[in-house]
């Protein structure tokens, strides 16, 4: 609290982001869904040969090069496509353009319980009313618990964390249908490690009101670039560049832009980094759950893993930070019954998995 921060700020419950330990210990980190694997090679090459003088230069506004990339690969126009800084940003411009229509402060925005814990965040700071809808058995969303109930909007994460499970493109479609008047956001982070691959970005042409957000934090190896996106109508895409344009107008500069181009333009790589991947969750998965672990099936690159009897989650969070292991402890309902752990590397995995083992072997002497 200060009496020189005004009340919004004095009020405001900001996110907080894993834990990033300080250089020079070594630590398995498995805690904030990074990539294990550097980004694509080409990323490299891009920035070997940047023009530093071109810094002179403010950015493109709209992204540049970068958009016209994401369009291509997307199959959209690029009038269809807002870059921001990170997906985070991006989300912001979206509940300030999207929320709390007219001024109707009644209506709330509907997201799963539980979901991105940064949705309640921006709710509470944008002053946007919100309504949790119940997951049902296993963390699973029911699509009809979406309907008929008031809303100013819908903002879903698809594969969702951190359950790690995802709705198929009929219920986004049915989602969508019922709630015409309202903008569905689909932020799809985690799309990529679903095993098959499917986006919403398909059903845009049907539906003016969908939104979809994507980042190149996850899959792309680039967390530290800072580049997210959306990809919707022209009609949204036109609402969130105004928002933008009343908060700062360059919110990606001209490295990221290039580089971000540069990763997804290398469609090769990115389908190799997340096979990858997608086999080293299955290892985990098995591994964990022959250990006793339960989980709900994982189309992200992590797993919502609860611990076998006897084993307190929370104990384990601290004892396996203790060896040097970093993984995400929600100390809040239900969730606190479980771990999230990110997808590493094999060997990173395996370390994990003997770390597990040791403990399940000291719960079971004491
Ligand atoms: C990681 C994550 C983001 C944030 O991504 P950035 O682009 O790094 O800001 C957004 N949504 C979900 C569900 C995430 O897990």
């Not at 398909?202 to 003016?208: E, I, Q």
């Not at 993984?327 to 994990?352: N, P, Q, S």
């Amino acid at each position: 609290m200060s009496k020189y921060w005004n009340k919004k700020i004095n009020d405001a419950e900001p996110y907080v982001a894993g834990e990033q330990p300080k250089e020079g210990r070594k630590i398995i980190k498995l805690n904030t869904n990074e990539n294990p694997y550097a980004p694509s090679p080409k990323v490299a090459e891009v920035m070997a040969s940047f023009d530093i003088a071109e810094l002179r230069l403010y950015p493109n506004t709209d992204g540049g090069k970068l958009v016209q990339t994401i369009a291509d690969r997307e199959g959209v126009s690029p009038s269809q496509v807002f870059c921001g800084n990170g997906s985070d940003e991006v989300l912001a411009l979206c509940f300030q353009t999207f929320f709390e229509k007219d001024g109707n402060t009644d209506l709330p925005v509907l997201t799963p319980d539980f979901s991105y814990s940064f949705y309640p965040v921006y709710e509470s700071f944008y002053d946007i009313k919100s309504k949790k809808i119940p997951l049902r058995e296993d963390f699973r969303l029911e699509k009809t618990d979406y309907e008929g109930v008031p809303n100013c909007g819908i903002a879903i994460a698809n594969p969702n964390a951190p359950t790690s499970r995802a709705i198929s493109l009929d219920d986004i479609s049915y989602i969508c249908e019922k709630n015409p008047d309202s903008v569905v956001i689909i932020d799809e982070a985690y799309a990529y490690f679903a095993e098959p691959y499917v986006t919403a970005v398909t059903l845009l042409p049907k539906y003016p009101n969908l939104c979809v957000v994507r980042t190149t934090s996850k899959s792309y190896s680039l967390a530290g670039l800072r580049i997210g996106y959306a990809i919707a109508s022209e009609e949204l895409i036109e609402g969130l560049k105004r928002a933008r344009d009343s908060f700062n107008s360059y919110p990606t500069d001209r490295l990221a832009q290039i580089v971000a181009a540069a990763a997804i333009s290398d469609e090769e790589y990115h389908r190799e980094c997340r096979a990858k991947i997608i086999a080293t969750r299955k290892y985990t998965e098995d591994a964990l759950k022959a250990l006793g672990f339960t989980m709900p099936e994982s189309s992200a690159n992590f797993v919502f893993a609860r611990p076998p009897k006897g084993l307190d989650a929370g104990l384990l969070y601290k004892n396996l930070r203790e060896k040097g292991i970093l993984v995400r402890y929600f100390d809040k309902d239900v969730l606190r019954d479980y771990l999230r752990i990110t997808i590493g590397t094999d060997e990173e995995m395996e370390a994990l998995v003997a770390a597990c083992t040791e403990e399940i072997k000291n719960v079971q002497n004491s």
